[in-house]
């Protein structure tokens, strides 16, 4: 158990440390992005020729002038970009072990990105500009700047409608909220089927035995079938012994262009159930190798989602939770549910009727040691073995203990000599007992666990609730709880909604700094609900939902928001300090940084778009994420050039002191 918990940690570690440096690569070049356009635009105003000729003195002056010029917004954007991505460091349980890893890996490459774009780049400009810049006209660029500069000057002069358009697109965006549907993580499609057989309490090792073959024989058929390899109990070792009841068969996949009786997994599973219910009885349960340890580990059952009914009478717990069992089973979106055993065990039940024990002259402890020495066995001496020792057992013959006629007819000798059969001093019966009793904080429970299928989980866990509390009628001490993925997505977003509200206050306290204006640092913060518009519009068209790589993608999203807001504004402020007009400071300084916004925006996304691509394992964790940040990078960079300049020239004064 112990290596499976460390064989899945590394594999969810190495996972999102590489979705974390495809986001942190489009990232990574932002600051350089905007130094050395910056730099390049500052050595594009020389003359060339006169640039040639000029000391490499005065060509660093040049470099030193415009790296300080843009190095104050690019220090606190890759910073802001740093504070956003530490609440992950607060995600517990599952969640840290996915998340911790990519945040740390995003966090020390933006570090590095700014080491290179403050401390390496300017030199390095000034050297390979040494000889002097030809400046090449871009065609297509020099076309969107021309037609960006007609409609920001109609932006400008009809600021009021832009701003009411955008707050129309951002309240029809949160609409959309409610419809996506959330959950913990999308399920991995790992390319191996696990499944579990679950037979009667009673079953023999031999019986699962032969039962494990044909089922073996009826799935290697399938077409799409590598190799079936079955597991019968478990060692009662470790934490999860199980009974010779449960049989685990494991089946190897073809890749799915190979697939010819199914179009997907789901279709492939309803085949196979059809295919092995030959013997009446057996519950089926199907999962995937990794998607099963997880599911064990948070909730102790084999499934995605565990309903637990809790309480301190077993007969109870074992009607009401057939009775929530059968709910679940007419609910839409659920599947493979299945109320885990807690009866139906056959014990050997001796009772001593102690009256008639008295009357032969016998004791209750003389009747038990005789079944006890009889079935169970007595020690009478021992094996010595080098250092090992074993015992010796002696116990009656099979033939005498094979069933409770036979043992009831077994004879007692009472202290004046008389022989007594067990039968009449005692009843022996073969009663159904509980198989198990397992408890959560010292309260007897029962799991009805169930797989979602076609829908998401936080909305098929309210749709239970209700109807739980509506239709199932519950004694007094009795409570159901939901467990699995969902208690994990459920504290996930808690500390979430806990720690992200502290970074954003953080986010606004350094740009505060980088300003020293609250107003700007506000309008800056602008760019960040207007960014949650493609995020939510992206998971919605793709039909995702929103899951706690969705929360990520979100958090990611508003560091990349905000540093193109930090340049943009920092480029207003610089014009006014030079004496220019609002309107001019406003048009100029954002066709400025035109082509810097549009550049970040692009590689952000093109280091998205694997992600996006990518069908491989593990592929599904990643494309919320990435399918939030990319579409949140289209619609913050079109408000950011439009709504940005609109609000600024609308609502912002500019004070400065001369020096």
Request: no cysteine; hydrophobic share 45%; net charge negative.
């Amino acid at each position: 158990m112990a290596l499976s918990v460390m064989s899945l940690n590394g594999i969810s570690a190495n996972l999102m440390s590489l979705g974390g440096m495809a986001i942190a690569i489009g990232m990574m070049v932002d600051g350089s992005v905007v130094m050395m356009e910056n730099i390049f635009n500052h050595l594009s105003r020389r003359n060339p020729n006169k640039l040639i000729g000029e000391k490499s003195h005065g060509l660093r002056l040049i470099v030193q002038e415009a790296a300080k010029e843009v190095g104050r917004p690019v220090f606190f954007a890759v910073m802001i970009i740093v504070v956003v991505f530490a609440p992950l460091f607060s995600l517990q349980g599952v969640e840290g072990k996915l998340f911790q890893p990519m945040a740390l890996s995003i966090i020390l490459t933006m570090l590095g990105s700014l080491v290179v774009a403050m401390l390496i780049l300017p030199p390095l400009a000034s050297y390979i500009f040494m000889k002097g810049i030809r400046k090449k006209e871009n065609k297509p660029l020099m076309f969107i700047e021309d037609h960006y500069r007609k409609a920001l000057v109609w932006v400008l002069n009809n600021s009021k409608k832009v701003m009411i358009a955008s707050f129309i697109v951002f309240v029809m965006a949160m609409t959309l909220i409610p419809f996506l549907g959330t959950e913990f993580v999308p399920e991995l499609e790992e390319g191996t089927l696990n499944i579990r057989v679950t037979l009667a309490p009673s079953t023999s090792l031999t019986t699962a035995v032969e039962v494990a073959q044909v089922l073996e024989d009826k799935l290697i058929q399938f077409p799409e079938v590598l190799f079936v390899s079955s597991r019968t109990g478990r060692a009662e070792i470790g934490g999860d012994p199980e009974p010779v009841s449960n049989i685990e068969l494991l089946v190897g996949l073809k890749e799915v262009q190979q697939w010819t009786s199914a179009d997907n997994r789901y279709q492939l599973q309803q085949l196979m159930e059809q295919e092995m219910s030959v013997f009446p009885g057996l519950l089926f349960s199907f999962s995937q190798p990794i998607a099963t340890r997880v599911d064990e580990l948070l909730s102790g059952v084999r499934a995605e989602l565990a309903v637990k009914l809790f309480g301190p009478d077993l007969d109870v717990l074992s009607d009401k939770g057939k009775e929530i069992e059968a709910l679940v089973r007419e609910t839409s979106g659920t599947s493979d549910v299945a109320m885990e055993q807690i009866s139906g065990e056959a014990q050997l039940v001796i009772t001593p009727k102690r009256e008639l024990v008295a009357r032969y002259g016998l004791s209750v402890s003389q009747v038990m040691e005789l079944v006890s020495d009889a079935i169970g066995g007595k020690a009478a001496g021992q094996v010595i073995q080098g250092n090992e020792r074993y015992d010796i057992y002696v116990r009656l013959d099979e033939e005498f203990r094979k069933d409770a006629q036979r043992i009831a007819d077994l004879t007692l000798v009472s202290l004046n000599g008389a022989w007594v059969r067990l039968g009449d001093v005692a009843e022996v019966m073969v009663e159904n007992g509980p198989t198990q009793i397992r408890r959560d904080n010292v309260q007897r429970r029962v799991v009805i666990q169930s797989n979602v299928e076609g829908r998401d989980m936080g909305g098929l866990v309210s749709e239970l609730e209700d109807r739980i509390n509506n239709e199932i009628d519950l004694p007094a001490g009795y409570a159901v709880e939901f467990g699995g993925q969902y208690e994990n997505q459920q504290r996930a977003q808690a500390r979430l909604m806990i720690v992200v509200p502290i970074s954003m206050a953080l986010i606004f306290l350094l740009l505060y700094f980088a300003f020293g204006s609250a107003k700007q640092a506000s309008l800056v913060m602008l760019n960040v609900p207007m960014a949650l518009v493609g995020g939510v519009v992206g998971l919605y068209i793709s039909g995702q939902y929103l899951s706690v790589p969705g929360s990520i993608g979100f958090i990611t999203l508003f560091g990349i928001a905000i540093l193109n807001g930090v340049v943009l504004v920092n480029s207003f402020n610089e014009r006014l300090s030079n004496g220019e007009t609002m309107f001019n400071s406003v048009l100029e300084g954002t066709v400025s940084r035109l082509r810097p916004v549009l550049m970040t925006a692009i590689t952000s996304m093109l280091g998205l778009i694997p992600l996006l691509l990518s069908n491989g394992i593990g592929s599904e964790i990643q494309k919320p994420l990435a399918t939030v940040v990319v579409g949140g990078i289209v619609t913050s960079t079109m408000l950011t050039l439009i709504l940005l300049p609109a609000v600024y020239s609308k609502f912002m004064t500019y004070d400065f002191e001369q020096e």
